[in-house]
């Protein structure tokens, strides 16, 4: 799953057609992790097919965070294990109401992987991830939201629908905006203030001076919504 998953994202980050990216899971779960009967069967050295896996999985969580195009990710069910780092790696997250979040990683002898350990922390503080990884907690929707974990709750049966909703209204928004808010966001973690600035203020004079913030302004200024390319 893991090198079909990160082949799709990457397809998906290069195929210029593609304005928004979307992903759930199939079925009941989001993502349950690794496939512990696979890990079993390459007993003593599980370790090291986890090890191969896992240079998927954080191709993937990478690419994620850092292509220029939104992601959007819908959380149905379960979502545990190697996949909470490219579940939270989306930059709109939206759950339905059974949505349930652990790391599980302890119960199996492993560290937490998938980039979680890299993620956590700035979403939620040290305090929360340490509780969800040591404390074994299990968050439910609510507490998901209340953490920051997710943007929205649907009713489940609304989950697909509101994520489609989500993703084309992404999907006609201003393109190079978008993909330079991305890069600003990414990047404030390594720059200082001063160089975060200079670079808002040199990507703000781009975005500003290109067809999406000409038709946005038009737009504004005949009363219509802008219709972006």
């Known amino acids: 799953m893991a090198t079909e998953l990160n082949t799709a994202v990457q397809d998906a980050a290069n195929d210029d057609s593609v304005k928004c990216v979307v992903i759930t899971g199939k079925g009941r779960a989001f993502s349950s992790g690794g496939d512990v009967n696979e890990m079993g069967e390459h007993l003593p050295k599980a370790g090291d097919l986890f090890y191969k896996l896992t240079e998927q999985i954080h191709s993937c969580f990478a690419t994620i965070l850092t292509m220029p195009k939104p992601v959007v990710n819908s959380l149905n069910g379960i979502v545990a294990g190697g996949a909470l780092g490219f579940a939270l790696a989306g930059d709109y997250r939206i759950a339905g109401e059974s949505a349930r979040m ?18 956590l922390p700035k979403l939620i503080g040290l305090g929360r991830t340490q509780a969800l990884f040591f404390g074994g907690k299990t968050l439910n929707s609510s507490e998901m939201m209340e953490w ?44 200082s203030l001063e160089e975060e600035l200079k670079r808002e203020r040199e990507r703000n004079r781009d975005s500003g001076n290109s067809g999406d913030a000409v038709e946005g302004i038009k737009a504004f200024l005949e009363k219509r919504e802008p219709e972006f390319e």
């Open 102 to 119: 652990l790391s599980a990683h302890f119960k199996r002898g492993f560290v937490p992987a998938g980039g979680a350990t890299y993620l």
């Open 148 to 191: 920051g974990l997710v943007h929205e709750i649907v009713e489940d049966k609304y989950l697909n629908e509101r994520t489609l909703e989500m993703a084309r209204e992404l999907a006609s928004g201003p393109t190079d905006a978008i993909a330079e808010t991305k890069r600003l966001l990414v990047e404030s973690d390594t720059l």
